[in-house]
């Protein structure tokens, strides 16, 4: 009895062992299914993000192409000639409003301590060194100082009323030359949206003629002539908008250098009557 229950002992361990070993390798299958399983998922998920920047890619530049081939075909279809002009409008106020811009921006100078300078030149009696330190500085504010020092400097323009009406005169004239072009800015201004509404005129007779044509007001008639008068006007608009703001800048500019003028031609009255060589 003791043997026949040993080995009936023995044959349940084995078989108790073979199974726990069969389980653990099954386990062991099942969790490398798993890393295989997701080590595939993450390759696919890695494969369809790479498909999608790949994909990204030319669309942006589909959509870039997009856009101008848009705008290159709705120039086309506002008509070669009116079209034409308004993009003419916009290219020479664009020169104009680019040339006063610069012009004015070095016109623009530091004028309380252009001021001081020619102050402290002019009360150590240096009326010479003051006028060629005007001649070597740019700029409205340093040719007006130049038109009263060389009064103060000459023996028989050099009284107070002289230079007071020198400095205004001088004055006018650099104010005429901060406002010299602008009247093509605004000339151009006007001529665009004029040009755009020159079309939408033109667009509404093209699209009465294909109605006569047809003898029918069905939409798709009308729809060419009207297609141009919209596209004409909305251009032209555009333009004027653009000019109009480069135009404020630079009345801004002026207005800013007129009044430093001003400041200055107050700053020379005081200096030249302060000084010995005037006559009071």
Do not use: H
Request: glycine share 6%; proline share 1%.
């Amino acid at each position: 009895m003791k043997k026949l229950f040993a080995i009936v002992a023995l044959v349940a361990a084995c078989t108790f062992g073979a199974t726990s070993s069969l389980r653990a390798q099954e386990d062991v299958a099942e969790a490398t299914e798993q890393v295989d399983t997701a080590a595939v998922d993450t390759a696919a998920v890695e494969a369809t993000d790479a498909e999608a920047e790949t994909e990204a890619a030319p669309v942006v530049e589909e959509e870039s192409e997009g856009i101008f081939k848009t705008l290159k075909t709705k120039y086309i279809e506002g008509g070669a000639g009116f079209m034409s002009l308004v993009a003419i409008a916009l290219v020479l106020g664009l020169a104009f409003c680019i040339e006063r811009v610069i012009y004015l921006s070095l016109a623009q100078i530091n004028t309380r301590k252009f001021t001081k300078d020619l102050a402290a030149k002019v009360a150590a009696g240096d009326v010479a060194g003051a006028i060629d330190f005007c001649k070597g500085t740019r700029g409205p504010v340093a040719q007006v100082s130049r038109k009263a020092m060389e009064c103060l400097a000459s023996t028989d323009r050099n009284d107070i009323g002289t230079i007071e009406s020198t400095i205004n005169m001088e004055a006018e004239v650099q104010g005429s030359y901060l406002e010299q072009n602008c009247s093509w800015i605004t000339l151009f201004i006007a001529m665009a949206p004029s040009l755009g509404f020159l079309g939408t005129v033109i667009g509404m007779v093209m699209a009465f003629d294909d109605i006569q044509r047809a003898g029918d007001i069905s939409p798709t008639v009308v729809a060419g002539g009207m297609k141009v008068a919209l596209i004409t006007t909305i251009f032209g608009i555009i333009v004027a908008l653009i000019l109009q703001v480069f135009y404020n800048y630079i009345l801004a500019k002026v207005e800013s250098l007129t009044s430093n003028m001003e400041e200055a031609a107050q700053e020379l009255l005081t200096m030249c009557v302060q000084s010995d060589k005037c006559k009071k």
